[in-house]
Each structure stands twice: as C-alpha cells, then as structure tokens.
Nanobody
C-alpha cells in the first residue's frame, strides 16, 4: 500500500497550490479519503474528507478556500488550496480509511510566507 503526496511548496499569502495524492495497493474507490495537516508544534488537524462516492466535508478554517476532489479511475486524490494564509503552513498528509483499515502518506510541506 502506498499513498504518495506531491505539490507542496512555498507560496505567498493569497496564493494557491494544488496537492495530489497517488494511491496504490488497495481498492481506492472503496475508501474514504482525507487530507490532514500538522503545523509545527501542533497536533494533527483534519482538513477535508471525501467519501467513496458522495459527501464532502471541510474544516471550518478552510471552507470556501480549499476544494477536495478524487479521481477513482486514476486512484488520485487532490486538494486545491486558494487564498492561502500563513496559518495554513503545515505538513499535509493524505489519509485513506475503510472500516478498520487505514493508511497514511508521508506528507508534503506547505509553507505560506511573504
């Protein structure tokens, strides 16, 4: 099983980034997928979740700025991040879950700074 994130980097406040997560080794379409972030010195914070087919959820701090999407044909998860703020600085992780099975990616760093 592998979850490989990409697309992180450094951006100025107000900028945009698109994160990607490539999944392999499990039936991607059957899993709920999430983005979770961890800022320096803080605990993990759930960002967004998309069910295997249907509902999408966002944490309040990112509502209206971030958009999660998935492509089950390509086994890909995405996070479009717009209007980025310094407080969005964190390592962003891709997370897959189906019942008791859950998997994490290695994370990708996002830094928002002028």
């Amino acid at each position: 099983v592998q979850l490989v994130e990409s697309g992180g980097g450094m951006v100025q406040p107000g900028g945009s980034l698109r994160l990607s997560c490539a999944a392999s080794g499990f039936t991607f379409s059957n899993y709920g997928m999430s983005w979770v972030r961890q800022a320096p010195g803080k605990g993990p914070e759930w960002v967004s979740h998309v069910m295997s087919a249907g509902p999408i959820y966002y944490a309040e701090p990112v509502k209206g700025r971030f958009t999660i999407s998935r492509d089950n044909a390509k086994n890909m998860l995405y996070l479009q991040m717009n209007s980025l703020k310094p407080e969005d600085t964190a390592v962003y992780y891709c997370y897959a879950r189906q019942y008791a099975n859950n998997y994490w990616g290695q994370g990708t760093q996002v830094t928002v700074s002028s």
